[in-house]
């Protein structure tokens, strides 16, 4: 008996949720309605929608195109599908292909019928480049508990970051952060720590500009991450998630600025200037 899918008609068919287009409109918009999706994860689902119609809430696009098609990256329609998929809006299954070496073919993403579940605290994501597991009661900075600062060591290391492993998964809590961004945290909190910073750090940006995306610039929010830790660690620091959350508003500022700048009708790269 195989243990996966082909990528043939017959597959499609089986997978096919519903009986014709009409059917299967009306169940999206029932999510739609439902979930606070972002623009990103509405431009995702209408891409899927669009290539369903062969086979009736069944898109084998692959994700290299979806992205094409909406101008984002691959990394980022991954994180969408994946957040769609903790919604149940879609199921994406793997496939192989039919024939040959049976090498990995491009997954199928399976729009589902509409299913009332009561998941709250995942409905409510607001970052543009989305993120699956960080909703605004999480991303508050002033939090009725502070988010201490864990202090790994050899004895420890391994205990912190198994606690609470039941609220949130290691492995889809790193698919639905940018890898820099998950990397720095991860080496002074356990999982829920960093699901809670995180959400700070979104709060921060969209404060500012939503469209900022976090992935081109990882690099500045792990420096000024780092700044307020060594101001915490000499004592300097009062209210820690206050200090990060204004720090994170700061740094994006200074990335609009510089963004526009690069956009500017008269700046001028002098040094890509030919000799």
Same mark, same amino acid.
């Given at each position: ?18 009986? &014709?287009? &009409? ?26 929608? %669009? ?23 691959? %990394? ?52 543009? &480049? ?19 600062? +864990? ?31 998950? @990397? ?5 909190? &356990? ?9 700070? +750090?979104? %709060? ?18 792990? @420096? ?24 994170? %508003? ?26």
């Amino acid at each position: 008996m195989q243990a996966y899918l082909l990528a043939n008609e017959s597959t499609y068919d089986k997978l096919s949720t519903f009986t &014709d287009k &009409d059917a299967m409109d009306a169940e999206i918009l029932r999510h739609r309605n439902v979930n606070k999706l972002t623009k990103t994860e509405l431009a995702v689902l209408d891409v899927l929608a %669009r290539y369903s119609c062969v086979y009736p809430g069944v898109s084998y696009r692959t994700k290299n195109n979806i992205a094409h098609e909406i101008g984002c990256s691959r %990394r980022t329609v991954i994180r969408v599908c994946n957040r769609l998929e903790s919604l149940g809006i879609v199921k994406q299954h793997d496939l192989k292909r039919d024939g040959g070496d049976r090498r990995q073919s491009s997954n199928a993403i399976v729009i589902q019928p509409f299913k009332k579940v009561d998941k709250p605290s995942e409905q409510n994501a607001q970052e543009s &480049d989305v993120a699956p597991f960080v909703t605004p009661e999480m991303s508050r900075h002033k939090a009725q508990e502070p988010i201490k600062l +864990l202090k790994p060591n050899k004895h420890n290391t391994d205990t912190v970051k198994s606690l609470k492993m039941s609220h949130i998964s290691v492995t889809a809590l790193k698919n639905s952060i940018p890898a820099g961004i998950y @990397d720095k945290l991860s080496n002074f909190y &356990d999982v829920d720590g960093v699901y809670k910073v995180y959400g700070i +750090l979104l %709060r921060a940006k969209a404060s500012i500009d939503r469209t900022i995306v976090i992935e081109d610039s990882s690099e500045y929010f792990t @420096d000024t991450f780092m700044n307020v830790v060594r101001k915490y660690k000499r004592g300097e620091v009062r209210n820690f998630t206050g200090l990060l959350y204004s720090a994170w %508003r700061n740094v994006t500022k200074q990335i609009v600025a510089i963004k526009k700048h690069a956009e500017s009708e008269i700046y001028y790269d002098w040094l890509n200037e030919s000799n």
